[in-house]
């Protein structure tokens, strides 16, 4: 049973434009989210995160927004550029989960074309 | 360079051997975490210590086991390996839980 759904493995963007990543949810205990991005042979790189008290959280070129009534919560990235192109996961976690361990989606893969 | 190192980075062996991967966290982070990756595939969350104690399982196979030492590095033990068993493994760490988490380079593991 998948608790954290990514349903598009794959992305294409051009350059310049919003790359725009969804992520679901079905364990409404689920309190914290987080988004990583990965590149090959790496391990995942924190991204944003946002608490289930906010619908928006905002860095630079990134944003996550949480709407918690669809269990649902999409990261926007604008400009896109090519050094985004990378793996990116949603996990979620929650507050009493005793180890507080992260929940992953499957991951979707964003190219950014130049 | 997220502080997380993890060693060796690469581990070929053969079915039915045992082998032990080994995390260093972040300096004063306390919670280590455990994940497996297999082709491509998301994340999978195998085991957490808190401080030395186990704190939480997830998927983690009985032929697995990991502790947490004083020093706060961890060590992942697989044993009787199968070939399905190769993967990449990562080694995560925090300073406690619910804080975000800051993931190691990964070791992977090839079982032929």
């Known amino acids: 049973d998948q608790q954290v759904k990514q349903n598009s493995p794959s992305l294409s963007v051009q350059e310049g434009r919003i790359s725009i990543l969804n992520c679901d949810y079905t364990n409404s205990m689920f309190d914290y989210f987080l988004w990583y991005k990965k590149y090959p042979a790496e391990g995942p790189t924190f991204l944003i995160s946002i608490s289930s008290i906010k619908d928006k959280n905002e860095d630079g070129r990134f944003t996550v927004f949480l709407n918690k009534s669809a269990k649902h919560l999409s990261l926007h990235i604008v400009p896109s550029q090519p050094g985004d192109s990378a793996v990116y996961f949603c996990a979620a976690s929650a507050r009493d989960n005793a180890g507080n361990m992260l929940t992953f989606g499957g991951g979707t893969r964003l190219m950014v074309k130049p | 360079d997220s502080g997380v190192t993890q060693t060796p980075k690469h581990l070929i062996t053969a079915t039915g051997q045992r082998v032990t991967l080994r995390c260093s966290p972040r300096s004063g982070d306390l919670s280590v975490y455990w994940y497996q990756q297999s082709l491509d595939q998301g994340l999978q969350f195998l085991i957490q210590?808190?401080?030395?104690?186990?704190?939480a399982k997830g998927n983690i196979l009985e032929r697995f086991s990991a502790q947490q030492f004083p020093d706060l590095h961890s060590e992942l033990n697989l044993s009787s390996l199968e070939l399905g068993d190769s993967a990449l493994y990562f080694c995560?760490?925090?300073?406690?839980?619910?804080?975000?988490?800051?993931f190691g380079p990964g070791t992977r593991l090839t079982v032929t």
């Open positions: 995560a760490s925090s300073l406690d839980p619910g804080k975000r988490q800051y």
């Open positions: 210590y808190y401080n030395g104690e186990e704190r």
